[in-house]
């Protein structure tokens, strides 16, 4: 220990008086021990004390370089201040060198060893002082060693371990600062001196030396004027530190930024400042006093630093020809002002797309049929369609006051529309759990009007549910009603007495029902499904005597343009006759049908046979009615003829009774020549031989012709004839003689029924359609059974007329006005006689005789 080097040195001193080699040798040992100490002292002391380094200097050169080596501890122990035992240690140097030469300077040397150990022994309580404490690395393999403490207010651990974890004590700056400095020290024999602040507030002061063989930190606690003055360097570096750190990241930015004085002028700019007004350097732009923004947005700040110290708004600047918006922040302080430009031009114009997008989307969504709702994180809804409103009928109020999903679901369940549910609470919870689930989930609600909803909860990415409620509730009913339908429709094939086939696009059998394969004599295996319709052909083809199958291959497996329509009939082998069809389907199948006509097609060939009997019946009485017709014409011309000769004066006198049978024989010839002559009309009609020979007709003068014709039954009757024709035309287009015809024959039938001296009304009149005709009796009217039968012919029927005719009349009346294009009905009830009318169209047409 180094207490004990005194007591060493004085034993070697007081025996060398007695023995001068022995003397001299440990002497000289003792020497060299104590020199090698002395070195480390002088190293220590030209790094602890400036004020004594210089002049120790050249000695601890001297001593580190004899090639003696030193012990980690004794260099601990030398590394101190030792300024008040310097000019001891340059004493006992050269002591120590003189008494080496000779034996006789031993007692001189043993006794300035002796000042040194004292000197030792002070310099090492000096170390020990609670001031300082320094760090000494022997070598770059070895743990440091420690020396001296610092006072507790410092913070500093006792702890070796713990005292070299500077990150544990120091500020995080400081101890970052620190290591740094080390490390350049240790690798680069770079010295420094540092102040630090450790944890507990104390501010420190570090050095650090290297040396040929150690390297040296020393910590040095502060007085308390020395700490404030310290506090005020930490916290300038502090800011310092920041200031570079912050100017680091301004011109790392791609934001233009600047910094300006007092008057307005530029002092500093970053890199992206100079960019956008295209200067070489952020010093240039500057130098040069290019500005940013425009005069007038700079007014703008100005203005507003004028009331408030922070300016925050969108401005717009042209940079690189483009004019481009920025948001712009200017603060204003006593010193000057500084700013930020951040470009928002590509934000607004994706805001912009945005905001058109959710607009379309918008816009889009509404149109739809389906209702959409859309809440966001906080469920509260943001959006809704008028599907949406028109399946829930709120108010719209309610819906643009944003509520939440919960009370939306409330409002719907205390309004009954929405089904009640067992644990409301429950239900009403595991809905909204499709806030906090990542795949979408599906509900079905069956509402309390019938209504079925079927529900799609769809999570957002960043939060909210959009809500889908598709009304089903039409569409379940045509599926419920389609499947009915083919239920329906299966029944009927199966009980249809038609054979009904499909066939698929590629001619394999769809469906059939059993009539279809009765009639062709298939068995049921033939007649499935999937079956090819060439397999089918092979098995009809036996069972046809003309199979029509090839035609149905062709139908069912061509091409568009042989997809047509075919009907018509197959007769079978034993004796039955089929009517088929072919349709093509528009999903590209075909359907065959087939119906038994066996006994159709029987009766249709009897009544064929029987009308042609009829027709062959029918031109022989026609053939007999022409003939006959022409050959009475002819005598009773005769007779007529010679009638009239008989009642002439001139033939000779005739008694009475003769005059009143040539009357009779006349009046009976006139009326069977009339029946014969309406007999040819008729017969020339049904041949469509007559012609009408249409001219301009006067209607006064034809109704005056027919009224004249039946004047002297009229007279005989009592019975008189009204006319109206004030709302009649003059005239018009028609064939004269027929309907002078027409109105004799109407004026007939009437005076037939008409009672005795009763009146008979002749109308005419111009109608939209054409002029009318018409004859009104009061006789006894038809009965409704006679109305379907008056116009045939050959039917006479007395019904309370004078006279039975030929029952031709009313049949020539029609089939003349029909000639004519016209039309003939008859009004009539009991008791309000008989109205017959007859309308002829202005320009009649000319066509086919009447059947």
Not at 39 to 66: K, Q, R
Not at 646 to 669: D, I, M, N
Request: charged share 25%; aromatic share 6%.
């Amino acid at each position: 220990m180094p207490g004990q080097h005194p007591q060493k040195a004085g034993r070697a001193v007081s025996g060398g008086h007695d023995d001068s080699e022995t003397s001299n040798s440990a002497v000289k040992g003792e020497a060299v021990s104590w020199r090698a100490r002395a070195g480390a002292l002088l190293a220590a002391s030209a790094f602890s004390s400036p004020l004594l380094g210089t002049v120790a200097h050249a000695e601890t050169a001297n001593v580190i370089t004899s090639g003696l080596s030193l012990s980690t501890v004794e260099v601990i122990q030398l590394a101190v201040f030792v300024g008040v035992t310097g000019a001891a240690l340059l004493s006992a140097i050269v002591l120590i060198r003189e008494r080496t030469r000779t034996s006789s300077q031993n007692l001189e040397l043993r006794s300035r060893l002796a000042d040194v150990n004292a000197a030792l022994r002070r310099s090492e309580a000096l170390l020990n002082m609670r001031d300082q404490r320094v760090v000494v690395w022997a070598a770059e393999n070895k743990k440091p060693d420690l020396v001296g403490t610092l006072p507790l207010e410092s913070g500093a651990p006792e702890d070796r371990a713990a005292f070299l974890a500077f990150g544990r004590w120091l500020m995080p700056r400081s101890a970052a600062a620190l290591e740094h400095a080390i490390t350049a020290l240790r690798e680069k024999a770079k010295p420094f001196d540092l102040l630090i602040e450790s944890q507990a507030g104390a501010p420190l002061e570090v050095h650090g030396r290297k040396s040929a063989a150690h390297i040296l930190v020393r910590f040095v606690s502060l007085s308390e004027t020395q700490r404030s003055q310290a506090r005020l360097k930490i916290e300038n570096q502090r800011l310092s530190a920041d200031y570079e750190t912050i100017v680091g990241l301004l011109d790392a930015l791609k934001m233009p930024t600047w910094l300006r004085t007092a008057d307005g002028r530029l002092r500093w700019v970053n890199r992206a400042y100079a960019d956008a007004v295209e200067a070489e350097s952020a010093d240039a732009a500057v130098r040069d006093a290019k500005e940013f923004l425009g005069g007038q947005a700079r007014d703008a700040i100005a203005a507003q630093h004028t009331s408030h110290p922070v300016f925050d708004q969108a401005l717009s600047t042209v940079i690189e020809g483009d004019r481009r918006v920025f948001a712009v922040t200017d603060f204003a302080g006593a010193d000057g002002s500084a700013g930020l430009a951040s470009d928002t031009s590509a934000i607004e114009t994706i805001r912009g797309e945005y905001e058109r997008t959710v607009r379309s989307h918008a816009d889009t969504l509404d149109q739809l049929n389906t209702a959409v709702a859309i809440f966001d994180a906080d469920e509260k809804l943001r959006f809704f369609n008028q599907a949406f409103q028109k399946l829930w009928g709120l108010d719209s109020g309610f819906l643009h006051s944003a509520p939440d999903n919960a009370l939306l679901l409330d409002r719907l369940r205390s309004e009954g529309k929405i089904a009640e549910q067992p644990e409301w609470r429950r239900w009403k919870e595991g809905l909204l759990g499709a806030y906090r689930a990542v795949e979408s989930q599906e509900h079905w609600w069956h509402l309390p009007d019938g209504k079925t909803i079927r529900v799609v909860a769809n999570p957002q990415p960043k939060g909210g549910v959009t809500w889908v409620f598709e009304n089903l509730t039409e569409k379940m009913d045509l599926e419920s009603r389609y499947q009915t339908a083919v239920r329906v429709q299966g029944e009927t094939l199966d009980n249809l007495a038609e054979g009904v086939a499909v066939f698929g696009p590629d001619g394999r059998l769809r469906l059939s029902n059993p009539a279809f394969a009765k009639l062709w004599g298939l068995s049921a295996d033939a007649a499935k499904p999937n079956v090819h319709v060439s397999t089918i052909r092979d098995l009809c083809d036996r069972q046809a005597v003309d199979s029509p199958w090839p035609g149905f291959v062709a139908v069912i497996t061509g091409f568009d343009d042989e997809r047509r329509d075919r009907h018509g009939q197959a007769e079978l082998n034993n004796g039955g006759v089929l009517s088929y069809a072919i349709i093509p389907l528009p999903n590209g199948q075909v359907m065959t049908t087939f119906v038994d006509v066996t006994d159709s097609v029987n009766v249709e060939r009897a009544l064929k046979d029987k009308n042609e009997a009829l027709q062959r019946s029918d031109q022989i009485k026609n053939d007999f009615v022409q003939h006959v017709s022409y050959e009475l014409r002819s005598p009773l011309t005769n007779i007529i003829g010679f009638t009239e000769l008989l009642s002439l004066p001139a033939t000779g006198p005739l008694s009475q009774k003769q005059r009143e049978y040539v009357e009779h024989v006349g009046s009976s010839s006139s009326v069977l020549l009339t029946i014969v002559n309406d007999i040819l009309d008729l017969a020339t009609v049904d041949a469509g031989i007559m012609q009408l020979d249409i001219s301009e007709v006067r209607i006064d003068r034809t109704i005056a012709a027919a009224a004249e014709l039946v004047a002297d039954r009229l007279e005989e009757h009592s019975i008189t004839l009204k006319v109206d024709a004030a709302a009649a035309p003059k005239s018009f287009h028609g064939d004269e003689i027929r309907i002078r015809q027409i109105l004799y024959n109407l004026l007939s039938n009437a005076a037939n029924y008409a009672p005795e001296a009763s009146t008979i009304t002749l109308a005419c009149r111009q109608l939209a359609e054409g002029v009318e005709f018409s004859v009104h009796d009061s006789g006894p009217g038809m009965p409704p059974d006679v109305l379907d039968s008056v116009f045939r012919r050959f039917e006479p029927r007395a019904n309370g007329g004078r006279r039975r005719g030929a029952g031709l009349g009313l049949s020539i009346v029609k089939s003349f006005v029909e000639l004519h294009g016209g039309s003939v009905r008859i009004e009539t009830g009991k008791d309000k006689g008989t109205t017959v009318i007859c309308t002829f169209p202005d320009t009649p047409g000319m066509r086919a005789a009447a059947e």
